[in-house]
Each structure stands twice: as structure tokens, then as C-alpha cells.
């Protein structure tokens, strides 16, 4: 009797060896893309807390250049009681150049608009460069009553001297 060999013929799914590297290589493909993924969300939150950090440095730069002292005498504001206006100075004691324009005032908390002052520099120029005085008319529609107030200057940057005085 002679034995009959069956002919097997081997595919490649029958190969438990090919499946196993298959998986393998679907998980390594997998955490290839979920690593990228990660590496590009990080690298933009990193740039993005980079240029903040930046922004930021710059702004406290400038703010720790800046420096505006009210040099007013507390005691004695002088009013204009055909203008209705009181008068305040204040210097620029920092390094850096002010607009003069965009400075806020506030008296007692209450912002002063625009319209209401009259803010001039003594040499006439258009920078409130430093060392230079300013000199700030506020216009009001009734005299400040009798005591305790406070005035409030605020350059473009943040920076500011506040001042207590007494009418």
C-alpha cells in the first residue's frame, strides 16, 4: 500500500507567525501616530506660552521704565472758578517717552473723559518725554465738595501715581 502524500500548500494566512508580526506592526503604527500627534499639540502650546512669555517680558519692561509722579501740592489745588477747572501737574520721572494723549485720569475712582481735559506740556512738544512736567486741567461742572479726594494718572502701559489731597 502506498501512502499518498497530500500536497499542502502553505498561504500566508495560515502562517501564525505572519499574524502575530501583523498585529505587531498595526500597534507600532498606531503609537507612532499617536506619539506625533502629541509631539505637535505640545510643540504649538509650547510656542504659544513662548510668544506670551515674550509679549509679556516686554510689557514689564516697559512698565518698570515708565514712571509718572504727581507733583501737585496736596494741600493747595488750584481752582479756576471762571473755567471750572482744577488744576494738577505731574512729571515724567521714568526713561521712556509718553503720549500724552493717552494717559487716564480719575478723581475719586470716577474716570475723567477726554472732553473734560486739558492736558499741555511747558515746552510745547508733542512727547511727554522724560523729565518734562505736565500740567492737567479738569474741567468739572460743580466745584469737589469739602475734604478728602484722590486723583489717579494712568500712562498707555499700566503705570501710574495716584495722589490724596484735601480741598
Request: hydrophobic share 40%; net charge negative; glycine share 4%.
Amino acid at each position: 500500500m502506498a501512502f499518498k502524500k497530500k500536497l499542502h500548500i502553505c498561504t500566508f494566512a495560515d502562517d501564525r507567525r505572519a499574524e502575530t508580526a501583523i498585529t505587531h506592526m498595526i500597534f507600532f503604527i498606531t503609537a507612532i501616530l499617536l506619539a506625533m500627534t502629541v509631539v505637535a499639540v505640545m510643540t504649538s502650546n509650547v510656542q504659544s506660552l513662548t510668544s506670551a512669555t515674550v509679549s509679556n517680558g516686554k510689557v514689564l519692561s516697559e512698565q518698570l521704565k515708565t514712571d509718572i509722579t504727581i507733583i501737585s501740592d496736596p494741600e493747595l489745588i488750584p481752582y479756576d472758578t471762571t473755567m471750572e477747572q482744577y488744576t494738577f501737574y505731574a512729571k515724567n520721572t521714568g526713561k521712556t517717552e509718553l503720549d500724552s494723549e493717552y494717559l487716564d485720569v480719575l478723581i475719586d475712582g470716577l474716570y475723567v473723559y477726554p472732553d473734560e481735559l486739558d492736558i499741555s506740556l511747558f515746552d510745547q512738544d508733542v512727547l511727554w518725554r522724560p523729565g518734562d512736567l505736565l500740567m492737567i486741567n479738569v474741567t468739572v461742572t460743580e466745584p469737589l465738595s469739602d475734604g478728602d479726594h484722590r486723583l489717579l494718572i494712568a500712562a498707555e502701559n499700566g503705570r501710574s501715581d495716584s495722589m490724596d489731597f484735601r480741598i
